[in-house]
């Protein structure tokens, strides 16, 4: 066994690159070390004097580590990470140098910002954006560079990131959490933050094998491709015995992620051929966002040392599941408390079933904000397919809590108990189970015991945007909650009232049943719920007056930054459906049709030989594939034609919604008329003559 993954060890490995509060408590004075856990706590500013001394103790633990260089952390809406390195070198007057940092380069980083996605906020001409301290996430180390998390903001202000709206949603989430602790008596309770684990789904393929696909390399994901004899429906693959190859890659990112703090935890292997999880243990939501971010990176720079490519694309191949990541939200207390945990007492009872309100009441009033939340040109691909909760956001609550609350609301017996035990604060709820007996794996959003899994985010996805949605919306349901508890003289009385009312208005968002069938889809419409089948559909609705109102009343985001969110997600959508056209007509015009054509030419020069050689032999094969090869060839020539002129049009639309809405439409509609002729052409054309890899070269590439 490898030194470093045993067992023993790992305790020992784990954080060895981060500076939180074990390096900090040793490193720093005994001052500052209160000042800066008073910054986080409290989320006081430092002042300059105690910044130079964390900045000194920082730099001395980095370059102790072998780092030679610093840089601001952080996440530009762009989706991934963003750095700009600086060495810590400063002259002397004798031509050496020194290593130095300091607090004022800790605090505040002005990268220029003229090329990071802005939706508008910031012209060119004003390209200074602002990098500040978030002392929440700890600093690390990672390829020889400090990496110190911040918010990323604009001149005047405004958020440029997916982090700064999440720390402002968890902000909001606190104030309203409190008000309701309180009100059940829970003076301890000082902080609640939210917590969330995300499990990460990805793909494995070799590295040889995906650099001959230029769809791959620009997109992400396959254009092309027929079917392989061999897809998932044996089931085989589904925590099956993981291949080698695989395993040495999942310890070697194991130990990277430790070394960097992150909890890393399961492992398995998913559904498709070649799909993999990592689940780690939860945390803070912030934290858990910049971990899943290096998550993500270090899969795929694992990935490469192991002569292979991670793809983290929601539907990198048609016919198999897509990926992506189920997102378990709960919100804490610092005494201990998970308020989505029914608990043992009448009292916590209550307090949970008020929380379980909220979290309804939030998910049927804001569908369209989660929705929006999961919404990318990857995601459209994956949200209703067979692998994933259609675009309708309902909830799942189980059997058992779903008849507690239709108890609750008609003020009727549950299982025989005579009605006076469902008034809030007597009955004693019973545990719910927790096990895989009482999952519904289709929902977009369940309860499973003591916190939700919110399952439509992809997989490449940040996770920082739908949990300040999540925070958010909730954060407003407790708002209107606590305002209707707080003074009031009977209690109980009205905590009953509020409960039966929420369940009453807001029941429709429940369902228990088969979210991918069929029926789900025409009960809803019913129901009069929201179905945002694409991007472009659902993206008009997060700047309605109502979600510009909630998000600036929260102080989540302003206006300007809600519709420079809005602008950013189409315009990325447009720019993600230009790319894959592009790529599919230069793979189309340069490779397939040559390689169809040489496979023509090759069976006609093998019928003409023949007959050359007896006109009595057969060339009916030759022949009948010769004329089923020449008419789809045509074919693909002319749905080249129409994706061009799509493409064309496409260009002179310059409103942002109408140009997303046109691209969905119009160019994605002949993509895929393309990719059909070009699918029915490879499973005719020679393997020999093929310009690229098959499906089945692919998703069985890595043994
Ligand atoms: P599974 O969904 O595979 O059965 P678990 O229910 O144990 O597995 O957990 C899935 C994920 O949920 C893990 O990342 C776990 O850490 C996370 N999780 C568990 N409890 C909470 C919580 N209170 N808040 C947020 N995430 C949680
Ligand atoms: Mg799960």
């Known amino acids: 066994?490898?030194?470093?993954?045993?067992?023993?060890?790992?305790?020992?490995?784990?954080?060895?690159?981060?500076?939180?509060?074990?390096?900090?408590?040793?490193?720093?004075?005994?001052?500052?070390?209160?000042?800066?856990?008073?910054?986080?706590?409290?989320?006081?500013?430092?002042?300059?004097?105690?910044?130079?001394?964390?900045?000194?103790?920082?730099?001395?633990?980095?370059?102790?580590?072998?780092?030679?260089?610093?840089?601001?952390?952080?996440?530009?809406?762009?989706?991934?990470?963003?750095?700009?390195?600086?060495?810590?070198?400063?002259?002397?007057?004798?031509?050496?140098?020194?290593?130095?940092?300091?607090?004022?380069?800790?605090?505040?980083?002005?990268?220029?910002?003229?090329?990071?996605?802005?939706?508008?906020?910031?012209?060119?001409f004003e390209a200074r954006g602002y990098t500040a301290w978030d002392p929440t996430s700890y600093a690390f180390i990672k390829d020889g560079i400090l990496c110190i998390p911040t918010a990323f903001c604009s001149y005047g202000g405004e958020a440029l990131d997916k982090k700064t709206p999440l720390l402002r949603s968890m902000e909001a989430l606190e104030k309203q959490a409190l008000r309701i602790l309180h009100l059940f008596g829970n003076e301890d309770v000082h902080h609640v933050v939210s917590t969330v684990g995300p499990e990460q789904e990805y793909f494995l393929v070799d590295k040889e094998v995906y650099e001959k696909r230029k769809d791959l390399i620009y997109c992400g994901r396959t254009l092309f491709g027929a079917k392989p004899p061999k897809g998932q429906e044996l089931e085989d693959h589904y925590f099956g015995v993981i291949k080698p190859r695989v395993s040495a890659y999942m310890k070697d990112l194991n130990q990277e992620l430790w070394k960097l703090g992150v909890f890393a935890k399961t492992q398995h292997n998913e559904v498709a051929p070649a799909q993999h999880e990592l689940a780690p243990i939860f945390t803070t939501t912030n934290l858990a966002t910049d971990h899943n971010q290096l998550t993500m990176e270090l899969m795929k720079s694992v990935a490469i040392r192991h002569g292979m490519v991670c793809l983290l694309h929601e539907k990198p191949f048609a016919g198999v599941n897509g990926s992506g990541k189920h997102n378990n939200w709960s919100i804490s207390t610092d005494t201990g408390m998970n308020l989505l945990e029914p608990g043992d007492t009448p009292c916590e009872n209550a307090q949970f079933l008020l929380f379980l309100c909220a979290v309804i009441k939030a998910v049927d009033e804001h569908q369209d904000l989660l929705r929006i939340s999961v919404a990318s040109a990857g995601n459209d691909h994956r949200l209703g397919a067979n692998e994933a909760p259609p675009a309708i956001v309902s909830m799942f609550v189980g059997e058992e809590l779903g008849g507690i609350l239709e108890a609750l609301e008609n003020g009727t017996a549950y299982q025989g108990k005579p009605a006076s035990e469902m008034e809030i604060g007597v009955h004693v709820l019973p545990r719910f189970p927790k096990d895989t007996t009482d999952r519904n794996r289709t929902s977009p959003f369940a309860f499973t015991g003591n916190k939700f899994e919110f399952r439509m985010l992809g997989s490449s996805f940040s996770i920082a945007g739908p949990n300040f949605v999540l925070n958010t919306i909730v954060a407003d349901a407790l708002e209107q909650m606590a305002d209707e508890l707080e003074g009031q003289e009977d209690f109980i009385g009205t905590l009953n009232e509020l409960i039966k009312h929420t369940i009453r208005t807001h029941k429709r968002i429940i369902f228990n049943g088969n979210n991918y069938a069929e029926e789900w889809v025409e009960e809803a419409k019913k129901r009069g719920l929201l179905n945002l089948k694409s991007t472009p559909e659902a993206l008009p609705y997060f700047v309605s007056d109502a979600n510009i109102a909630l998000f600036g009343h929260h102080g989540v985001l302003t206006?300007?930054?809600?519709?420079?969110?809005?602008?950013?997600?189409?315009?990325?959508?447009?720019?993600?459906?230009?790319?894959?056209?592009?790529?599919?007509?230069?793979?189309?015009?340069?490779?397939?049709?040559?390689?169809?054509?040489?496979?023509?030419?090759?069976?006609?020069?093998?019928?003409?030989?023949?007959?050359?050689?007896?006109?009595a032999i057969s060339c009916e094969m030759e022949t009948t594939l010769i004329a089923k090869l020449s008419a789809l060839s045509t074919g693909l020539y002319q749905k080249i034609g129409a994706l061009e002129d799509a493409l064309l049009q496409s260009k002179q639309i310059t409103e942002i919604a109408a140009c997303a809405t046109f691209y969905h439409d119009s160019v994605f509609a002949a993509m895929q008329e393309l990719r059909a002729i070009a699918d029915e052409l490879e499973s005719l054309t020679a393997k020999t003559c093929w310009p690229f890899p098959t499906y089945g070269d692919l998703l069985f590439s890595v043994c």
Request: charged residues 25%; glycine residues 4%.
């Open 559 to 615: 206006e300007s930054e809600v519709r420079s969110r809005y602008e950013i997600t189409l315009e990325n959508y447009c720019k993600v459906l230009n790319i894959e056209a592009e790529t599919m007509l230069e793979m189309a015009r340069k490779d397939i049709l040559p390689a169809v054509t040489a496979y023509t030419r090759e069976l006609t020069e093998t019928a003409l030989a023949k007959r050359a050689l007896d006109a």
């Open 1 to 124: 066994m490898n030194e470093v993954t045993s067992p023993t060890n790992v305790p020992a490995l784990f954080g060895t690159m981060v500076f939180n509060d074990a390096v900090m408590k040793e490193r720093l004075p005994k001052a500052t070390y209160k000042a800066v856990r008073k910054a986080i706590e409290e989320g006081v500013t430092l002042d300059i004097d105690v910044a130079n001394v964390v900045a000194n103790a920082m730099k001395d633990w980095a370059t102790e580590k072998g780092a030679t260089h610093f840089t601001h952390w952080f996440q530009p809406m762009t989706g991934i990470t963003a750095e700009k390195h600086d060495s810590f070198i400063s002259p002397c007057s004798d031509d050496s140098v020194i290593m130095e940092f300091s607090g004022k380069e800790l605090i505040k980083g002005e990268p220029d910002a003229s090329s990071f996605p802005s939706g508008g906020l910031r012209a060119t």
